[in-house]
């Protein structure tokens, strides 16, 4: 296991060099785990995370994996029907779920018909079932659900899932999933994983591509003391944490 606060940070050439790396990782932490808890944990998010995901589609690893024993959820969601072109679950299923053997009962996606509030509450109560019957691991130290692995992405602005600078849901230490209906990026209405959820995972991947992100990453990988933490900088998973990092994203540290 690693050991907490294990930081690692790789910079690709480019976004074929990232999602070689990506894909060898994730099938590592596929293995490790269906090894020894014969499940898979995996956390989704949406923007160009799934893109990054391409490789795990392709030989070997589309031979190899077991999906099977893959569960897949969100770290965050848009509160819309699932055709929607917003819709997460749209965007992982066409670039990613629909091309490899997961069973549909292993992806945990949201209730579309209900209110965000709703739909919040109504993932936390499917995620408490699911440790309960062991398919997510608890975390002995925090008590919030422990993810083998969390692929999460960053926005320009810093924020992860859908936790953004400055707003009060930073600050949310009791709920697992939670809502929000003011989001400065549209659509305003999503349900997310609260951050003693995320930094409770085993591992994490930072995914990000692009130089309109390198500001946000300097400031949660550089020496800047003085400047507001972003989102990004909070996430702290009791394993390790691994960037993988385009050499754009990287152009400031």
Known sequence: MATKGEVKKEVFESAEDLAVSLAKYTAQLSDKFCKERGAFSVVLS?????????KLVEPPYIDS????????????????PKDHEDSNYKLAYDGFLSK????????????????????????ETCLRHLVKSNVVDISAASGFPKFDLQLLGMGPDGHVASLFPGHPLLKENEKWVTYIKDSPKPPPERI?????VINSSAYIALVVNG??????????????QNSEKLPVAMVSPEGELAWFLDTAAASKL
Request: no cysteine; net charge negative; aromatic share 12%.
């Open 100 to 123: 490899v053997p997961i069973l549909p009962g292993n992806v945990y996606s949201i209730n579309d018909a209900l209110s965000a509030e709703g739909a919040a509450e109504d993932y």
């Open 211 to 224: 130089a309109n992100k390198a500001g946000a990453v300097q400031n949660a990988l550089g020496n800047s």
């Open 65 to 80: 994996i077991e999906w099977s024993k893959w569960h897949i959820f969100w770290a965050d969601e848009r509160v819309v």
């Open 192 to 196: 997310t994983f609260t951050f003693p």
């Open 46 to 54: 949406g923007g160009s995370l799934i893109n990054s995901l391409r």
